[in-house]
């Protein structure tokens, strides 16, 4: 099903509706009588009861001339009969994003040409980096850029710094676009479902330094990358999406950097893509993901 909203009539919105609650006949009929009650149309539809955790999710695409109160409205009334979490937003209206990086430039290039050649529904608000090796590529795009430096004594003011400009621009996501540095367990509590990183995914695992010189060395099959968001567990957060590439002897090492760059920014734009899409929900440590 296509992920572009439908077009609508003079004095309509589309709305994109997501929601989450214990799972109990009768929620589909009620979420659809409400939009309905309200001139609703809706254009596409999904929901999925997870087994494990006894929670239902879903996501609804409507088109309806009433305002965002009276629909917000009419879902609070329903809200609490079903124990309900939800959130309602224009479909497609454009995300406040800011975008962290360090040196390298494909993840930042690649998310920054997807918003202005496919229509990726964010709005790149502001670029910061510990480096300023990424200021011309900003500039290149329009994008305002802050050179934040980072040591281990100036760890918290940078954090500090990176807080204010996200309360200053309104931002509603970070993306760590292969941003070197571990954001404190304080701040990823303080922006815990508004954070996406990325990083590579290899089997078996290779830290440290140049880990596809470690991969190349140790003979791999397959490199992949995985976006997710950030929690104070490093690289553990719930996953958003991966991606997987593979290889053989043939290749070498510089093969493996670029071939890995290519799936980090694809993993990546679709995670961000998704998520300012109202796609991904969270349950507990997992996603569910309505592509």
């Known amino acids: 099903m296509s992920h572009t909203a439908s077009p609508t009539t003079p004095g309509e919105t589309h709305w994109?509706?997501?929601?989450?609650?214990?799972?109990?006949?009768?929620?589909?009929?009620?979420?659809?009588?409400?939009?309905?009650?309200?001139?609703?149309?809706?254009t596409e539809s999904q929901q999925f009861g997870d087994a494990l955790?006894?929670?239902?999710?879903?996501?609804?695409q409507v088109t309806s001339a009433v305002t965002y109160d009276e629909l917000a409205g009419a879902l609070e009334r329903i809200c609490a009969a079903f124990d309900m979490t939800w959130s309602l937003d224009v479909a497609g209206r454009p995300v406040r994003t800011l975008v962290m990086?360090?040196?390298?430039?494909?993840?930042?290039?690649?998310?920054?040409?997807?918003?202005?050649?496919?229509?990726?529904?964010?709005?790149?608000?502001?670029?910061?980096?510990?480096?300023?090796?990424?200021?011309?590529?900003?500039?290149?795009?329009?994008?305002?850029?802050?050179?934040?430096?980072?040591?281990?004594?100036?760890?918290?003011?940078?954090?500090?710094?990176l807080l204010e400009l996200v309360e200053e621009l309104d931002v509603e996501l970070v993306v760590l676009a292969r941003y070197m540095q571990i954001l404190s367990d304080e701040l990823c509590r303080r922006l815990a479902g508004r954070v996406i990183n990325i990083h590579h995914s290899f089997l078996p695992s290779f830290k440290g330094a140049?880990?596809?010189?470690?991969?190349?060395?140790?003979?791999?099959?397959?490199?992949?990358?995985?976006?997710?968001?950030?929690?104070?567990?490093?690289?553990?957060?719930?996953?958003?999406?991966?991606?997987?590439?593979?290889?053989?002897?043939?290749?070498?090492?510089?093969?493996?950097?670029?071939?890995?760059?290519?799936?980090?920014?694809r993993?990546?734009?679709?995670?961000?893509?998704?998520h300012a899409e109202h796609r991904v929900l969270l349950d507990g440590h997992r996603t569910i993901v309505f592509r």
Not at 53 to 60: E, S
Not at 109 to 137: C, G, I, M, W
């Open 101 to 161: 990086g360090s040196t390298a430039a494909h993840c930042l290039n690649d998310l920054a040409f997807r918003q202005r050649s496919e229509k990726l529904p964010v709005d790149l608000v502001a670029v910061v980096s510990n480096h300023t090796v990424l200021e011309p590529l900003a500039q290149f795009y329009g994008i305002p850029f802050h050179h934040v430096p980072v040591t281990a004594a100036t760890k918290a003011d940078a954090e500090a710094r």
């Open 210 to 265: 140049r880990p596809y010189a470690q991969a190349h060395d140790r003979g791999v099959k397959l490199i992949g990358a995985t976006a997710h968001y950030v929690t104070g567990d490093l690289d553990e957060g719930p996953i958003i999406e991966q991606d997987v590439e593979r290889v053989d002897h043939t290749r070498s090492v510089d093969d493996l950097v670029a071939l890995g760059q290519d799936v980090e920014r």
């Open 16 to 42: 994109v509706l997501t929601l989450s609650c214990p799972d109990r006949p009768g929620i589909v009929h009620a979420v659809a009588g409400l939009l309905a009650d309200h001139g609703g149309n809706i």
């Open 267 to 274: 993993a990546l734009a679709r995670a961000v893509r998704w």
């Open 53 to 60: 955790t006894g929670l239902f999710f879903m996501r609804v």
